[in-house]
């Protein structure tokens, strides 16, 4: 009789990070399908490409460090990553743009930090913000959604999107793009809120934002009950974006949009159900997770309203990642038996 | 009650129980040979009462409980013991231990067991004395000995009585089982559980995937006289997690490192409870429990009621086990049992199941991938722990940080491991973490224990130093006072000393009073295991130091005085002396054998050599026991052997204390005994030292005449060995042996002892007979008269400087100088005296004095070119005669000046 000599635990639930990350995949379709819907195959277009890359470099990067190949590729890491930046850059955003984004993820923000699991900074952030610098004409040309196109017109087709991404920007295309909402918001002058929303086309249809974001938050509320992550890192982010929003906007609503906006415009909800609720980069226990979201709400709502950028979820994003340790130190829960949580990095000689 | 608290995380694997509860408990077959280890509880192992060859009775103990936490062992059926030795054991680590080996013999006859009648009839104590005698320990698991847990209501108020019949664990059913069909045992076990402690209630507190068992527990207990519920709680794996019982029940928590009768709780297992009533209503002992057979390669999964000692073998062949689709045997649940590779390994008290796993039901587990953080592990942790951390923690071997994120609270129950997408082993990490820091931890308390020796040794030594460097100045002032007073007043020397021998006795007394004081507090203290018997042992430690100390200073104080009294032949320089020629003889005869051997030329001068030097060593060694016959007066024999048989009493009485220390310590039985030993051995070493002290101070108050007439034969003996001595040395020179240095040296030394034992034989008779003793012998004491007058006298003259009104004081320094003239007279006259008998007969006494240390310079000169030309081996025999010509010109100037000193 040869058995095998092992220690507990002796059964195993049926679950692999590759399915934690498939779902991850999974719950992206709606929003994916939102924004194939509003603004063309880009998207689509985007998403290939991105994920070609992505493991590409994946695989050249594991076997460059000897690890086993298809071992790592299965994870779907890559692809997440992969999915996450092309549904972050702009639907007409050319392929090298792409291209050096993943690039930024995949090499650098995580296997020069020592690969899976090891990366202090969410891979798609630091590769959306080092692009959005690096290009920022590119990164602002948004394609217009259908909706605001004249009577007659459509979005591009498949072949000019191709054309467009692959063969290059032509004057033509200028009838396809738009600011986005947020740039709008950002740059209309000396304006009121009210004003604004008045002049701009954009605003006017906001609606087709307002639907990509209802689309990444059903995705998120699929992973919340898939328990693929908790609800303490996008509730504190969107409650606390919601609730620093309500109040500047009922003190000064002249100056500052109101929360739905807030909520339903640019990066939130993407960023709410599936950037900040990145385990690896994020606080770990439940309590640090609440300071992680609140923190990052407070930042974006800080970067919309005085800073240069008109969207924030990145930045916020990588500073918190930065805060992510500390923060871990001081939100240790209470453990059974004990009167009181730990807090502080070590244990206090007294 | 019926409020059911949560606690937090917890998972829900697959139960897997229904396969083993769909026939009732069965009889498993008595196998031909029973493997009964004799430690199948937490705590000390038994101690093994029976031989090989032995007839065993189902039910006799064949291993008693030894110590406070540990459980006696029966054996199972009748039979025939045929070994007794290390055997596989259920143990995670796969280690063997001692077991008893029976042949069973089928007839199953019972050892006389007797039931009680009446258990409330029972002193407690006795109750609880009973149930220890039938071996009975935790079955939940743990196996902890349930008497141990039956006297908490001693010391601490129990309110809740828990019966833990959660059985969390997938696949196990034998709890199920059991309460199905044998729930009136259950619940008459609870009653003498509540006898015991008497709880406020008791909550039985069971998962609600026994339903079956539930209606049977409810049917049972009603109209039941005691606060008996049962608390149906939810489904959800660790619930029977003892505390995660309580949490559930109770909605409290046990503290940190605490045990649940802090909090009022104590908690049974509810078969725990049915072999209490086995044991206190049938008299039968913990000889057999129900083991659940189940898993895949099971095809009759099934409870069955195993005797211990059964191989599982047995176990599975009856549960019809599929032995080639069998791939782990796992003892215990899925989630923290341990797999087997041997099936004879037997089943003991704390074996609940055994799952027959196929390939399929429990596959290896998958490579681990990288921790990505994800915190499922602690969505499901129940002592609410950041096991991710804990991971990064021990992988990297941050060890301080993982013991800050509550390591230690880990109750390793595998939920983390379980829920774990990236198949990390975590509960593996945890315990290597563990591991790695007890490890730490024994090695630092060893280390520190070193250290605290060391010190401990260090400030002893330099106690021993300060104390010798105390008695050297005590005797040199001793030595002083005795010469001044010797040369003033003679008579007045004894008394004083004595004096101080009797404030030194006292103080030494005082002490081991002080001492007996402390080792009472202390053995109090003990005994009601108070909190400040460190400090108590501290004070009790430094009472016994004081002691040794005054006990030291005063054995001291009384050689000091015996040697004052009776200056006898330095034995011990003689000793060195025969040694050294007893080695130089060895030596001679090595290098005789060597020549020999090599057939060189000089073996007849060599032969002499040695002769001479067996001569010679003979010689000393007579010396010596002449001289050691001669020190020993009647009375030091005596108080040696008491000093002895003292020193001996109280290193027994110090071993005994410390057995009795470590003893307490650890709570052994025979204590009091120590105890009473320990006493006896204080009374017994205290005899000692009285009769030690009694004869001490006989002696030493020994009558004058008797001394004298010691001395006399000292004097006599002492003049003896001399001459042989010196006979030996003529000898010895005449050969031109190497040895003569030697020899001559204890020569010298004898003389010396010779001259001062006339001088205390002397001393002695002027003490009794002549008072005034002639002066001119004590030059030197003179001289030192004369410096103690010229110091008091410049003090006086000081203190007359500085206040030159004083009449007394110039009295004082009036009378003083008189007196130091007197001395510096007597001294000037004692010298002068000396010069003129020395040139009466035609010597120059400083200019003998200077050819003599001349003379002793060209010895060592020699003596060093001898050393150096041996080396070189050339012109030896030359500078060898001239250094003996050097020498005995250097001795006969010695033995002149000597002659006048």
Redesign the interface.
Known sequence: ?S???????????P???A??MRLVLLATIPGVIAMTFFFGWGTLINIAWASLLALTFEAVCVKTRARPVS?YLK?N?ALVTAFLIALALPPFAPWWLTAVAVFVAIVIAKHLYG????NPFNPAMVAYALVLISFPVEMTRWTAPFVMLGEGWNVAGFNDTLQLIFGGWSNTADAFTAATPLDEMRHRGGLTTEEAWRASAVLANVGAWHAVSAAYFMGGIFLLYK????WHAPAAFLGSLAVISTLFYLVAPDSYPDPFFHLTVGGTMLGAFFIITD??S?A???RGKIVFGIGIGVLVFTIRSWGNYPDAIAFSVLLLNLAAPFI?QYT????????QA?RG???KTS | MGKVFAFHGGIHPPENKKQSTRTPIAIAPIPEVLTVPIQQHIGIPAKVLVNVGDQVLKGQMIAAAEGRISASVHAPTSGKVVDISMQPVPHASGLSAQCVVIETDDQEQWSDTQGLADYTALSKPELIDFIRDKGIAGMGGAGFPTDVKLHLGDDHIVNTLIINAAECEPYITADDMLMRERADRIVRGIEVIHHLLKPHHVVIGIEDNKAHAIRVLEEQLKGHPLNIDIVVVPTKYPSGGEKQLIKLLTGVEVPSGGIPADVGIVCQNVGTAAAISDAVFDGKPLISRIVTITGDAARKPQNFEALIGTPFDTLLEAADVDRNALSRLVCGGPMMGFTINDGSIPVIKTSNCVIAATADEMPPAPPAQACIRCGMCEQVCPAELLPQQLHWFAKSRELDKAKHHNLFDCIECGACAYVCPSSIPLVQYYRFAKSEIRNEEAEQRKAELAKQRFEARLARQEQEKLEKEARRKARAADAAKAQAQKAAAPVSQPASSEDELKKLKTAAAVARTKLKKAQTALDKAKADGGDDIAQLDLQFQQAQQASDKAAAALASAEAGQTDAVKPAVDTKQLKTAAAVARTKLKKAEKALASAEEKGQDDLDALRATVKELTQKADAAQQALEQADSGTSAPAVPDTKQLKTAAAVARTKLKKAQSALALAQEQGADNADELAKTVAELEAKAATAQAAFDAAESGSSSAQPQDKTADLQADVDKAKQTLEKAQKALTAAQASGSPAVDKMRAGVEKLEKKYQDAVTALQAVKGSTEKPAAEPELDLKALKQTVSIMRTKLKKAEKALAEAPDDAALADEVARLTQSHDEAKQAFEAGEAKQIEQAAAQGVDLKQLKIDAAMARAAVTKIERAIKKASEQDSDLRELETELVGAQQHADKLNTTLSQFE
Request: aromatic share 6%.
């Open positions: 009789m058995l095998i000599r092992i220690t507990s635990p002796h059964v195993h639930k679950a692999s990070t399915d934690v071992f994870d890491s690969g899976m699991g090891q328990k693929i992550f908790t385990p690896v994020s770990t226990s439940n871990d240790q829960p209470r453990t059974y038996g004990h009167k730990k990095a070590k244990e």
